[in-house]
T-cell receptor
């Protein structure tokens, strides 16, 4: 079974609108972390936001927020007030802290912001 | 603070050639790892290490070797390159905790 599933290969959003990128995960480890990374066309991997499995509140970092629904095993990324510079690939990842410490990545979502 | 330094940025090999991708980090991270990125496949883990002298296989280890003789360095060796190894390779490191991965800038490898 896939550890991380991103079901949206491509998404479009109008500039200044909000967009949600979906991510579901699969783990039996009670201690894990969820991460989102951005990969612009230049290729570097940019860390956006982190949510721990024991965190009670949803993580926020500027225009990024993580909608963490533990029972549904989902960790959707919400980008508010989209900008042209948000056009990129977005990867969801999970780290299991009691089971090898490996990071698992999803297949990514390509976001295009339309002016 | 250089972070994760990965070399080379680009490499072209012929089938059967060998080469080593270099990765070094200066953040005293215990965890180091290698990923390959292929279109539509996301990042797939090749090998990882949780400390000097300790390495383990990831999802796609075949055709690759690693070693970790120091905390700082984690080279990836292709012993006999194949066209299926054409990909973008990323080295990444972190602390062994609820910490994010720090990535190198990537290596574009083409095997002809």
């Amino acid at each position: 079974a896939q550890k991380i599933t991103q079901t949206q290969p491509g998404m479009f959003v109008q500039e200044k609108e909000a967009v949600t990128l979906d991510c579901t995960y699969d783990t039996s480890d009670p201690s894990y972390g969820l991460f989102w990374y951005k990969q612009p066309s230049s290729g570097e991997m940019i860390f956006l936001i982190y949510q721990g499995s024991y965190d009670q509140q949803n993580a926020t970092e500027g225009r990024y927020s993580l909608n963490f629904q533990k029972a549904r095993k989902s960790a959707n990324l919400v980008i508010s007030a989209s900008q042209l510079g948000d056009s990129a690939m977005y990867f969801c990842a999970m780290r299991e802290f009691n089971t090898g410490n490996q990071f698992y990545f999803g297949t990514g979502t390509s976001l295009t912001v339309i002016p | 603070n250089a972070g994760v330094t990965q070399t080379p940025k680009f490499q072209v090999l012929k089938t059967g050639q060998s080469m080593t991708l270099q990765c070094a980090q200066d953040m005293n991270h215990e965890y180091m790892s290698w990923y390959r990125q292929d279109p539509g496949m996301g990042l797939r883990l090749i090998h990882y290490s949780v400390g000097a002298g300790i390495t383990d296989q990831g999802e796609v280890p075949n055709g690759y070797n690693v070693s970790r003789s120091t905390t700082e360095d984690f080279p990836l060796r292709l012993l006999s390159a194949a066209p299926s190894q054409t990909s973008v390779y990323f080295c990444a490191s972190s602390y062994l905790a609820n910490e994010k991965l720090f990535f190198g800038s990537g290596t574009q490898l083409s095997v002809l």
